[in-house]
T-cell receptor
Framework: DTEVTQTPKHLVMGMTNKKSLKCEQH?????MYWYKQKAKKPPELMFV???????INESVPSRFSPECPNSSLLNLHLHALQPEDSALYLC?????????????FGDGTRLSIL | GNSVTQMEGPVTLSEEAFLTINCTYT??????LFWYVQYPGEGLQLLLK?????DKGSNKGFEATYRKETTSFHLEKGSVQVSDSAVYFC????????????FGKGTKLSVKP
């Protein structure tokens, strides 16, 4: 059983829709991450939050808007996405951004843009 | 900068065969090393880890030893099962910017009965 929970598991949306992806962890971790994974590729880092503050934005387009309401929750707000944004979106957490400990991943949200 | 190189495969084996997936790395300082596994349609699961030189990580019959002299962290299993079919990612963390995970490209393993 994964300790990082992501909802929904699947999402189909049009290019004009607004939707949100949600991630929750109860391991007391203070760093949370969003990754994008295309088929047959490793995950690509999008955003890093440390102590609920945005720490890294890997030049992600503004149609992706992250939010960290508290230390257990991480959201990714989506608006006006493009077909090339179809991918698996993974959330992860770790004790801290500087820790050498592993990141723990959720099962992801598979996003399809029509 | 830090990087991970792993054999890309795909690797196809018969059940009960011996598995080796090679992984080498380049890093400053003393990174931690990980193997993640991704089963079809799922997220990444941590398979095993090693945090310092000569550490051996092990889990579910898989093993990997952190070899600083050869900068390697090869994944091995003595007898694979059909249920081991998945994509395996070697990764490192530490020594880089804010300890971000650096992934290899992944190796797809298919095990035939």
């Amino acid at each position: 059983d994964t300790e990082v929970t992501q909802t929904p598991k699947h999402l189909v949306m049009g290019m004009t829709n607004k939707k949100s992806l949600k991630c929750e962890q109860h391991m007391g971790h203070r760093a949370m991450y969003w990754y994008k994974q295309k088929a047959k590729k490793p995950p690509e880092l999008m955003f890093v939050y440390s102590y609920e503050k945005l720490s890294i934005n890997e030049s992600v387009p503004s149609r992706f808007s992250p939010e960290c309401p508290n230390s257990s929750l991480l959201n990714l707000h989506l608006h006006a996405l493009q077909p090339e944004d179809s991918a698996l979106y993974l959330c992860a957490s770790s004790p801290g951004v500087w820790s050498n400990q592993p990141q723990h991943f959720g099962d992801g949200t598979r996003l399809s843009i029509l | 900068g830090n990087s991970v190189t792993q054999m890309e495969g795909p690797v196809t084996l018969s059940e009960e065969a011996f598995l080796t997936i090679n992984c080498t790395y380049t890093a400053t300082g003393y990174p931690s090393l990980f193997w993640y596994v991704q089963y079809p349609g799922e997220g990444l699961q941590l398979l095993l880890k090693a945090t310092k030189a000569d550490d051996k990580g092990s889990n579910k019959g898989f093993e990997a030893t952190y070899r600083k002299e050869t900068t390697s962290f090869h994944l091995e299993k003595g007898s694979v099962q059909v249920s081991d079919s998945a994509v395996y990612f070697c990764a490192l963390r530490g020594g880089g910017s804010q300890g971000n995970l650096i992934f290899g490209k992944g190796t797809k393993l298919s095990v035939k009965p």
